[in-house]
């Protein structure tokens, strides 16, 4: 494991106890250039996951609270007519950052919601003819609950596909409760948190990533089990091309993570779930037969044949 990786993941830890898998996915998702969704029950560590990663780079960060009334300019930035020199111009808004936390991101309506889509595919904000690009590295951590029903906008499955994955923290066991409890006796750790790693150093990071080898038979073993969601009885619309290359670009990263010279089939198996069951659509007959899109992935890794390591 790279020192920077190895010293972000000690930096996180310190925060969020006993969630070492849904931490190495989050470093994971920033290390494939991609935004990650998190979707679970509130009081469980969503945004404080978002604020230690942010807490932990030497990078801006910005912090959005999506409500129904929240405008797209109030996200992307909008042009102020300026009358001392007669003209326009643009006033940047909080997706100009390193990494941007859209808190709730389900509360904000449809048209709110798909103003970040050219910010999270392209990353880049078009206004009034004229382009201007983001950051980089430009990292989207989004959250929303479950389970509230009123207030809220389901997310849109073109908007569902540009998140790399997405995942869930769960409930933590009682002894790592009780260690929750005895760290925020005094005050909270994160106010401790000095920033381990940079930018520049997520950029490097980055490029080792894609340089990291993929056998043929390692990238149509992705291809094949995407392939099978599509054919699956269950489903309406199975995983993009798009959930491919994340597959594999995941892949890479956790190999880098590891320690490995190039991406093994395990590594492709273990991102399956966080990567397909947001770009599933089951059919209506199998929500209402409490069939899952993780019960789906489940079936089609049993089918699709392993490849054999050379």
């Not at 009081?43 to 960060?61: N, V």
């Not at 007669?86 to 919601?113: C, K, M, W, Y």
């Amino acid at each position: 494991m790279p020192d920077a990786l190895g010293r972000l993941l000690e930096n996180l830890r310190r925060v969020i106890v006993g969630k070492e898998e849904a931490l190495r996915l989050t470093v994971l998702a920033l290390l494939a250039d991609g935004h990650l969704l998190i979707e679970d029950v509130p009081g469980l560590g969503k945004t404080m996951l978002a604020r230690a990663l942010a807490r932990s780079l030497d990078a801006d960060f910005k912090r959005v609270q999506f409500t129904p009334d929240l405008l797209p300019a109030d996200l992307t930035g909008t042009n102020i007519f300026n009358p001392r020199d007669q003209s326009f111009e643009f006033r940047s808004g909080p997706v100009f950052t390193h990494i941007l936390l859209a808190d709730e991101i389900n509360r904000a309506t449809p048209r709110t919601q798909s103003a970040l889509l050219e910010a999270m595919e392209e990353r880049q904000v078009s206004m009034d003819g004229e382009t201007h690009p983001l950051p980089a590295p430009f990292f989207v951590i989004a959250t929303q609950n479950p389970l509230e029903q009123r207030g809220v906008y389901q997310l849109p499955e073109a908007q569902l596909d540009r998140f790399l994955m997405k995942i869930g923290l769960g409930y933590p066991e009682p002894t790592q409760e009780v260690r929750i409890l005895e760290a925020q006796r005094l005050h909270h750790p994160i106010e401790d948190l000095e920033p381990v790693c940079t930018a520049a150093e997520i950029l490097d990071l980055r490029v080792s990533a894609r340089e990291i080898h993929v056998e043929s038979e390692v990238a149509e073993y992705a291809v094949r089990l995407v392939g099978a969601t599509r054919r699956h009885p269950e489903c309406l619309a199975g995983g993009s091309p798009r959930a491919s290359l994340a597959l594999v670009r995941l892949a890479q990263a956790r190999a880098l993570l590891e320690g490995e010279r190039c991406v093994l089939p395990d590594h492709i198996k273990s991102l399956a779930k966080p990567v397909l069951r947001h770009r599933l659509i089951l059919r209506p007959q199998a929500r209402i037969s409490g069939i899952a899109p993780d019960g789906v992935i489940e079936e089609v890794l049993g089918e699709v044949d392993v490849p054999l390591g050379r």
